[in-house]
Structure formats: C-alpha cells, structure tokens
C-alpha cells in the first residue's frame, strides 16, 4: 500500500497566552507526514523556498518520508502563517497568510505516486486538491481536510473536491459552516449526502466523532495537562489515521475504530511540545503505550 500527501509545508509563528514562537516549521502536510511515518512511509507533494531548514529535510529522510514530491523554489520564500491561541486552545485566529512560494505552485505527482492506494488532501487551496485529484490513477482512499479561509473564500471549488473524496477530516466549526447545522450529528449527516461515505468531526481537547452510514464512534482526546502548542494536531490526527489504514491495508469498522484511536494518539503527542518538537523524539514504543493508555481510559 501507499499513501501519498498533498499539502502544505510552511514556517509558523505561533502564540499561546503564555510563549510566542516566531517561524518555527509547521504546515499541513508536515505534521500528516510525520505522523503516518510511524506506521508506513509516505510520500509528499509540497512546495518550500530555499530558506527551508536542512534540519527538517533531515529529519523527514530519517523518518523515511519519501521526498521526491517536495519542490524547494531556487529563491522562493516557504509559505508562513500565523496564528494566535486564547486561553481555550480550541479557539485560534489567523493573524497573517503569506502564500509565497505556494503562488505559483501547481503540484505534479511524480510517476511513482501515481498508482498511490490512500490520497490525502490535506489542508490547502481547493484548487490545488483538485488538480492532485486529477493526476492520481483510482486510488483506494481519498480523504480531504480544510479550514475556515477556503470555505469561506472558495465554496465552488471546495464542493468539488467534497464531491470526490471518501473521508472528510474538519473540526466542529468547520463542518458547521459547510452544513449550515449547528446539530453536529445532523451536520455529519448533511456531509454524508455530499460524496464523503466517512466523515471525522475533530473537537480539539474533546475528541472526535465518526460519521458513517452505518457508524458512529465516539474517541476522546488523551487528557493532557499541559497543551503547549495545539497547532497540527488535526494533521497528526489524520496522519496517525490514515498511515494506520495503509499499514493493516483494510478499511472495515474495526480497523476506522483503531485507525480513530491512533490518531487520537499521534495529536496527543504533537500537541506537548510546538510546533513538530514532539516528533524529534517521539517513539513507536511511546505510541504503543498511550494506546494502550487510550483503551483502558474507555473500558468499563
Ligand atoms: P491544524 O492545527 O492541524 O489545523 O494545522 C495547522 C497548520 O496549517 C499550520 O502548521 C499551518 O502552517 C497550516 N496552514 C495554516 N493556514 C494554511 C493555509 N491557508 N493553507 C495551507 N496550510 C495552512
């Protein structure tokens, strides 16, 4: 199996109510990659500038992340977005996008990811996931992730990649403002109707719903007392999720149900340190234990 991710890779400025730290790497496809790295090795399609550290390229080599996607721009700025956390980590506000290298950027599957089992379209313009849509041969798996800018910004677009993807990743806010339903199980039901046959409602620090037609599970989030940088948690979510998927090479209940805890699992880590900190040390082992953890927290 493979699972190839389309995203961005980005510097961030992150602020908490307690730290501030400016252009720290982050992006989409950054935080999805290094999660699923634990449990397959994906391949990437992202755009960075020349400034993009070589201690990062560094260390998706040495997680095994397959790099032949990633187009560094001779010159280019790496896309940067900043973003501030209040008091309740679920609430974040968009400070500054700068698109940068992403302006011109229109993505090309190597021949090699063509033939790709899982497709993720992680978080970035619509446009752009249609366009990757368009390149890969039938894949197994499509699944899509987003934010507030391109639902309110391009809604065309993004009902059209909606239209072709099997497993929809989005918080609580956004699956709101694309169902206009404030009821969330009504909102996952409205989602279900509109091509995805999946739908994964993350609720920050609460967990996350699955949506299916014959589904509904419910994961918390591991409790953690010290949430130092929420940023990508959702990605590692859907990293954890979709690299699980790919490793056990099913998709029946039983495996989305494991799948959900895994990616329950991998935000829990991303979000003890900021930015992709966690993931310089972060150990298989480590993984197997929460999840156990996870299991016994639920059982009665
Ligand atoms: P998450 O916390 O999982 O929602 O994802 C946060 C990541 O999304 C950050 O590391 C940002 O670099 C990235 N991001 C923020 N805005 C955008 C955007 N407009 N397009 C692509 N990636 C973005």
Redesign the pocket.
């Known amino acids: 199996m493979s699972l190839v991710i389309v995203?961005?890779v980005?510097f961030?400025t992150i602020e908490t109510p307690w730290e501030r730290k400016e252009k720290i790497v982050?992006?989409?496809c950054?935080?999805c990659a290094l999660a699923a790295s634990y449990f397959t090795r994906p391949k990437i399609v992202a755009v960075v500038g020349e400034d993009f550290p070589k201690q990062t390229i560094r260390l998706f080599k040495k997680r095994n992340i397959d790099l032949e996607g990633l187009k560094i721009v001779p010159g280019g700025k790496t896309?940067f977005?900043e973003g501030r956390y209040g008091f309740d980590p679920n609430q974040r506000s968009?400070i500054r996008?700068e698109l940068n290298v992403f302006q011109d950027f229109r993505p090309e599957i190597p021949p090699a990811y063509k033939k790709a089992d899982i497709l993720f379209l992680a978080?970035?313009?619509p446009d752009l996931q249609e366009n990757i849509c368009r390149q890969v041969e039938k894949p197994k798996l499509v699944a899509m992730d987003t934010?507030r800018?391109w639902i309110e910004s391009k809604p065309a677009a993004l009902r059209r990649v909606l239209k072709q993807v099997d497993i929809l990743f989005a918080n609580d806010e956004e699956i709101r403002m694309l169902t206009e339903e404030r009821n969330l199980i009504k909102a996952g039901k409205k989602i279900l109707g509109q091509g995805p046959t999946l739908v994964i409602v993350k609720k920050g620090e609460h967990g996350a719903l699955v949506f299916g037609e014959s589904l509904v599970f419910g994961i918390m989030a591991h409790p953690c007392e010290d949430v130092v940088d929420?940023?990508?948690?959702?990605?590692s979510f859907a990293g954890g999720f979709l690299g699980y998927l790919d490793r056990v090479k099913r998709f029946g209940k039983k495996e989305i149900r494991r799948a959900a805890v895994y990616g329950s699992v991998l935000a829990s880590f991303t979000i003890e340190d900021f930015g992709i900190n966690r993931f310089r040390s972060l150990t298989k082992r480590e993984i197997a234990g929460r999840f156990l953890h996870f299991k016994r927290l639920v059982s009665f």
């Open positions: 995203g961005s980005a961030d982050g992006g989409s950054t935080y896309f977005w968009t996008t978080n970035i313009d934010m800018l929420p940023t990508g948690a959702g990605d």
